[in-house]
């Protein structure tokens, strides 16, 4: 079956302008993540969705940053007013659960001028 | 506060050998430990998960133990190919479940 998708895969922006980040989870998938990985550096935990419940967002980084999840299914990473260090590769996942296999979309490279 | 360190960062060997490589955590509190390999520009390809109640699994060439109450895992890669140069990173599942990865090893097996 389909896998995770993300778009756009490449996002090339000016700085102060605000950006969204699509994720396209597995169908059927009821958590939903989102990382960053910034060049050279690890995978930075963002912010996860669980089926209904509230999110949990201290991850993100700064209030420029916010994530969505409209009917459970796909997910919007927005980042207002962005910043050069925002550039990264924005990766989401989704799983069955919180405590089961989570699957990787192949990324957003955002770079930011 | 939960620390997840690879060791080594970077392994080059010739192809058809065995190796491990390692993965340590600070806190035992975990759900459980996935490998992944991330291939140079893509995502990242799930290879085995872990349990916190296991202590191992296969798949294929590839066992990753885990050994809570140390701290530890490792992947053992049996019979190297060119095919299994990538990073290989660890993450554990700790109890605020905010995934938390280690900086990867990469590796490179030699034709």
Excluded: M
């Excluded at chain 1, 079956?1 to 778009?7: E, H, R």
């Amino acid at each position: 079956g389909a896998g995770v998708s993300q778009s756009p895969s490449n996002k090339v922006t000016e700085k102060g302008k605000d950006v969204e980040l699509r994720c396209d989870p597995i169908s059927g998938h009821t958590a939903l993540y989102w990382y960053r990985q910034s060049l050279g550096q690890g995978l930075e935990f963002l912010i996860y969705f669980q089926g209904n419940s509230a999110p949990d967002k201290s991850g993100l980084p700064s209030d420029r940053f916010s994530a969505e999840r409209t009917g459970g299914s796909v997910s919007t990473l927005t980042i207002q007013r962005t910043q050069q260090e925002d550039s990264a590769v924005y990766l989401c996942a989704s799983s069955w659960g919180l405590t089961d296999t989570q699957y990787f979309g192949p990324g957003t490279r955002l770079t930011v001028l | 506060k939960q620390e997840v360190t690879q060791i080594p960062a970077a392994l080059s060997v010739p192809e058809g050998e065995n190796l491990v490589l390692n993965c340590s955590f600070t806190d035992s509190a975990i759900y459980n430990l996935q490998w992944f390999r991330q291939d140079p520009g893509k995502g990242l390809t799930s290879l085995l998960l872990i349990q916190s109640s296991q202590r191992e699994q296969t798949s294929g060439r590839l066992n990753a133990s885990l050994d809570k109450s140390s701290g530890r895992s490792t992947l053992y890669i049996a019979a190297s190919q060119p095919g299994d140069s990538a990073t290989y990173l660890c993450a554990v599942s700790p109890r605020s479940f905010k995934t938390i990865f280690g900086a990867g090893t990469r590796l490179f097996v030699k034709a």
